[in-house]
């Protein structure tokens, strides 16, 4: 059943097959995650009165483990927890800010959004479905990621966006550092990025980053971390970057990038930002295509909007009333 039909049968709006049907899944569920049905709607943490539970945490766990493709075991979730609540968290935020500018997200958008990832999954969205919750995850988890994400989105469009603006001398620049490297190397990059929000926050980060690390070369999904942990905007592209050429990212990332081949990965380069894991996905000589300057002007609007949205996020933290119950 597609999210289409699913909304479609107004099923959902029946308080008993709610019941019913959150109840089942959550045997399900229990049964293959350590979570006491006692406790499974136990507040984990409560953002601004919003309770996210620990079915809500315990569903979330289970999809970053599923997406990023790692071995489910105790240490794993006992490292992973924070960020996936901390990511619960950010998107409860997320949505409220939405809420408080009358930014809604319609079903096609989600409808679109899912298809795309059933899609580079090689399903269609039934199967997709279908596979969620033969692995235990009600799908509804990755249906309110994927709605917080594009609310998100939204709110950075409508109100971040217009107060950029990039120079036809900051383009320029670019232009002149990549006309000056024609005939080197490019590469098909991939990050996750992990947000510094403070000096005290920095060790913390760090941490964090090094677990993600730890789980890449334990063989987890790159892209599969990226969409569940990356604070980048290309979290959602699996931190797909593209084709990058020598001296187009922060002088910090080409430096790391040097030195890099297909395959490899990065340990976490600090940058002004945060820290960055970056992957070359592959390798080909830059033959002196066109520079495409209108692209590069983009690059420089993401990099700054990226910017922008996380101090606005450590805003909407900074006042927050969170209380974490776990």
Do not use: H, Y
């Not at 930002?273 to 590069?296: C, H, P, W, Y």
């Amino acid at each position: 059943m597609s999210l289409r039909e699913f909304s479609d049968t107004g099923q959902e709006k029946r308080p008993g097959f709610v019941l019913v049907f959150f109840c089942a899944l959550a045997v399900a569920v229990l049964s293959a995650f350590p979570v006491r049905a006692q406790d499974a709607f136990r507040p984990a943490a409560v953002v601004n009165d919003e309770v996210i539970s620990v079915l809500d945490l315990a569903m979330r766990m289970r999809l970053a483990i599923v997406g990023a493709g790692v071995q489910d075991s105790q240490d794993v979730r006992r490292r992973l927890t924070p960020q996936v609540l901390r990511g619960l968290i950010d998107e409860r935020l997320q949505m409220q800010e939405a809420q408080r500018l009358d930014i809604s997200v319609s079903d096609d958008q989600v409808a679109r959004a899912l298809e795309q990832i059933s899609q580079q999954n090689n399903m269609s969205e039934g199967q997709f479905l279908t596979m969620l919750r033969n692995r235990g995850i009600i799908p509804t988890t990755l249906i309110d990621q994927i709605r917080a994400q594009i609310a998100w989105e939204n709110v950075v469009q409508r109100r971040l966006r217009p107060t950029i603006e990039i120079s036809n001398e900051e383009v320029q620049v670019v232009v002149d550092r990549l006309t000056a490297r024609q005939g080197s190397i490019e590469r098909r990059v991939a990050e996750i990025f992990v947000a510094v929000e403070s000096a005290a926050q920095e060790q913390e980060a760090l941490a964090n980053a090094n677990r993600l690390l730890e789980q890449v070369r334990a063989g987890a999904n790159f892209a599969g971390l990226a969409r569940q942990f990356s604070q980048s905007a290309t979290a959602s592209l699996g931190g797909d970057r593209g084709w990058v050429q020598d001296g187009e990212l922060a002088e910090e990332l080409n430096l790391a990038l040097a030195q890099m081949g297909p395959g490899q990965v990065s340990i976490p380069v600090r940058t002004p930002a945060g820290f960055t894991i970056l992957l070359v996905r592959d390798m080909r000589k830059n033959e002196g295509q066109e520079i495409d300057r209108s692209r590069i002007q983009s690059n420089l609007v993401n990099e700054r909007l990226n910017q922008l949205a996380q101090r606005s996020l450590q805003e909407l933290r900074r006042t927050a009333n969170v209380d974490v119950r776990i």
